[in-house]
């Protein structure tokens, strides 16, 4: 099908942590195909797999040791094939994970680099002398803390590495790495994968000079305990090289049939715009960044972002989420926003089901699941670790998959890599199942209201001049077209409706004489029309 992506619902499943089938404790391969159903029957269209390839987990397979091998605790090969293979079954496109910009410091081809400057892979890895001081040779941050660069005394020189110490950089700037890279992906599209999710996508280049990056611009309120945002990432990240590197993989993908990609900006400075930057003709299909997984909850700011997009980059293509497995979900970040933890669960489910664009829902979404409260004792995230207590880690939203309410909520018969504390136990999907009313019954109704919805697909977005707390935009035009109102306050609101037809899909709002009633975090899909007016409440 011919650009299924656009506009399509990827769900995603972080592996150590979907279902345990071999009793270990740790997701795995088999534990996901087992449970695809459960994707499928939600009514998404793409299941997005973070790494599951061989790695000694240092930061949880993301750090790479071998990039065409799967790693042993979560299965193998054949294992893979049968995961693929089910989920075509069932209808579902599978998208994994690409971590491309680094890898472990056991690859074998880092192992070849740091023995000496003269070997076949010297030159894959960002590799500087020292100042004459001995210092690094700029002042570049590491995301988990400290320098970006590390001594080696085999090579005398310091090599690049932008997350872990143990996680060097490849040096793009190598023909070699890049034609290396290639390669990679197309042993996966051989294999049969429908498309790539690109880990920090804007990381794969370095600026050749090594210039110092500014201090960050934005007005700061006082130190942050991660002083990475401290900076501007002008010299870094960000290099007009990575673009053309963009091309490369389209035109890779461009040789397979029905193939997507997806990336991801991390950015603290203009993502929007390198969003549309990133997806436009010829290079990435879709790209999203953490602009909505933050604690910001208002009406402004998401139209303030959805119209940024589509201003810069009309040709662009978004894929918005409000979670995943780096970031504190958002019933908890936004909790304080909830009539009760429920009704923000469905009211966020419309809203982000709504918007123009591709959608992405991070596993557990669908329960209203919230973030799990860990001691210091329970963290294996080396960034949870390194800056407790604040900023909090990702351990927290990592926690296992809660299918029943027995004993680990179903994840597994042996003790999981992380706990299954009683809040999220109470959440599980089996007794969602059985709940009429359930978020997880809202998520199915929405996507498949989606579906069957061409405007929610492709409409366009024509925004509504309403005051706050209400969020009110119209997707498409003409007869098929959808009035999409949200209530993001706990009081009920009221609006004066007119030239319209009813309300239509799962909304949580009354329309009667021309007057839409929303309850404290209720929204409302009405067909047709576009004015809207306002009318308080007597």
């Not at 011919?2 to 795995?28: C, I, K, L, M």
């Not at 605790?73 to 496109?93: E, I, K, N, P, S």
């Not at 049969?192 to 090594?210: I, P, S």
Request: some cysteine; overall charge negative.
């Amino acid at each position: 099908m011919a650009e299924w992506w656009r506009g399509a619902v990827t769900y995603q499943v972080y592996p150590r942590s979907f279902q345990d089938d071999n009793g270990d404790g740790v997701g795995d391969l088999p534990g996901i195909t087992r449970r695809l159903g459960h994707i499928a029957d939600l009514g998404c269209d793409a299941v997005w797999l973070s790494p599951f390839f061989t790695s000694p987990m240092l930061d949880m397979g993301y750090d790479v040791s071998d990039y065409t091998g799967v790693d042993p605790v979560f299965g193998t090969l054949a294992d893979f094939d049968a995961l693929l293979a089910r989920a075509h079954a069932l209808g579902l496109r599978v998208i994994i994970d690409q971590v491309l910009s680094h890898c472990s410091d056991q690859h074998p081809f880092f192992t070849e680099s740091r023995q000496n400057r003269t070997n076949p892979k010297a030159d894959w890895f960002v590799w500087v002398d020292p100042k004459h001081d001995g210092c690094p040779p700029n002042n570049w941050i590491s995301v988990f803390g400290g320098s970006c660069w590390q001594w080696d005394a085999r090579r005398k020189q310091y090599y690049l590495h932008n997350f872990l110490t143990q996680q060097p950089d490849f040096n793009y700037h190598n023909p070699e790495v890049v034609d290396y890279m290639e390669s990679v992906l197309r042993f996966w599209l051989d294999r049969g994968v429908d498309g790539f999710r690109f880990d920090t996508v804007n990381y794969f280049y370095h600026d050749a000079k090594l210039r110092d990056n500014p201090a960050d611009f934005r007005v700061k309120k006082g130190t942050e305990a991660n002083p990475y945002g401290m900076q501007y990432h002008q010299f870094s990240k960000n290099q007009p090289e990575n673009l053309a590197w963009m091309e490369r993989i389209r035109r890779v993908m461009d040789a397979y049939d029905d193939r997507a990609t997806v990336g991801e900006m991390g950015e603290n400075h203009h993502a929007i715009r390198m969003m549309g930057e990133y997806t436009e003709a010829g290079r990435l299909h879709q790209c999203y960044s953490f602009e909505l997984m933050g604690y910001e909850f208002t009406p402004a700011f998401f139209r303030g972002k959805i119209e940024e997009f589509f201003a810069g980059a009309p040709k662009g293509w978004p894929m918005w989420a409000f979670s995943n497995h780096d970031v504190v979900r958002h019933v908890s970040r936004w909790k304080e926003h909830g009539v009760t933890q429920d009704a923000l669960a469905k009211l966020t489910a419309a809203m982000l089901l709504s918007f123009e664009g591709s959608v992405c829902l991070w596993q557990g979404e669908e329960l209203g699941q919230t973030d799990t409260v860990l001691a210091f004792e329970e963290l294996t995230d080396p960034q949870g670790i390194n800056f407790w207590p604040e900023p909090i880690g990702r351990d927290n939203t990592r926690t296992p998959m809660v299918w029943d309410g027995s004993a680990n909520g179903g994840f597994s018969v042996g003790k999981p890599w992380l706990p299954v504390k009683p809040p999220q136990l109470a959440r599980h999907v089996a007794a969602q199942e059985t709940e009429a009313e359930s978020v997880l019954h809202l998520y199915r109704k929405s996507l498949a209201f989606r579906r069957q919805t061409p405007a929610l697909i492709s409409g366009r977005s024509h925004f509504h001049d309403v005051p706050g707390p209400l969020l009110a935009f119209t997707r498409g035009d003409g007869l098929g077209a959808v009035i999409c109102i949200f209530n993001l306050g706990k009081t009920a609101q009221s609006l004066k409706v007119s030239g319209t037809g009813a309300l239509i899909g799962p909304s949580e709002a009354q329309l009667q004489g021309g007057v839409l009633d929303l309850p404290g975090n209720g929204w409302a899909w009405i067909s047709g029309g576009e004015a809207l007016s306002w009318h308080p409440l007597p």
